[in-house]
């Protein structure tokens, strides 16, 4: 086979296997916030036209804020009865609505005004935020290239230390490169619902809106033949 030198090493062609490595950080791009939105009523069809009232109304206050929205995701409806014993048997006493939606800003000043806003609002719940980069970001990129440089210089340094230089690369692997992870990803809740009774609203904790630093990491193991060095 022609290039079977490509796959043992010889004495004419020794090889050399490094391992580049880059992690660098960056200020987050998108902030995702996760807004809960319920209902109830004493009928299924109530409690879904209250529901279907309260999403629209969500919505459209998230619409509101126009190019600091990157996008919208609604989840399915759920409308659940809730049982109560009387008598001998169970029956419904009311009907529980539930939709979840999620938001992805990219304006950090909007966020803290429209989770206030949205956290207002009875029956509305919100959790995040989650920060991230979006997939093209060039963070990725420059990532990439920082850890192939690496991989470049070890091996050069190891073929100095042999008294020689690099002849030709054999291969670049990629190995999990972009991990992407946030620290402190479970963010604080802020909850806020109605008060039912008496018993008045618990005021919403406050989120943590201060974003957090994306640490984006590439790998990858790289082999090249250098000439050979006079031992």
């Known amino acids: 086979m022609a290039n079977d030198h490509h796959h ?3 004495p004419e062609a020794p090889r050399i296997a490094v391992r ?43 619409k509101g804020y126009g190019d600091a929205i990157d996008k919208t995701a609604t989840g ?16 419904i006493r009311t009907y529980h609505g539930r939709v979840h939606i999620t938001a ?52 050069r340094e190891y073929a100095e230390a042999l008294g020689t230089t690099l002849a030709a690369l054999i291969e670049i692997a990629d190995i999990g490169a972009d991990d992407t992870f ?12 109605a008060a039912y009774g008496a018993e008045a609203a618990e005021p919403a904790p406050a989120l943590d809106l201060e974003p957090q630093r994306q640490r984006v990491r590439a790998q990858v193991n790289a082999r090249f033949t250098m000439h050979p060095p006079t031992l």
């Not at 939105?37 to 206050?61: Q, W, Y």
């Not at 109560?84 to 048997?89: D, E, F, L, W, Y």
């Not at 946030?182 to 619902?193: E, K, S």
């Open 76 to 91: 399915a409806l759920s409308i659940t009865p809730e049982l109560t014993k009387r008598g001998r048997g169970e029956r």
């Open 104 to 155: 992805d800003l990219t304006d950090f000043t909007a966020l803290g005004e429209l989770t206030t806003r949205l956290a207002d609002l009875d029956l509305t719940s919100v959790d995040g935020p989650w920060w991230s980069l979006r997939p093209t970001s060039p963070v990725h990129a420059q990532a990439r290239q920082q850890a192939v440089r690496e991989a470049v210089q070890r091996a």
């Open 8 to 10: 043992t090493a010889t």
């Open 182 to 193: 946030q620290p402190g990803a479970t963010p604080r809740a802020m909850m806020r619902t």
């Open 20 to 62: 580049g490595e880059a992690h660098i950080e960056a200020e987050p791009e998108i902030a995702r916030i996760g807004i809960t939105v319920a209902a109830r009523g004493t009928d299924r069809r109530t409690a879904l036209e209250d529901l279907t009232r309260r999403n629209t109304h969500v919505l459209d206050l998230i």
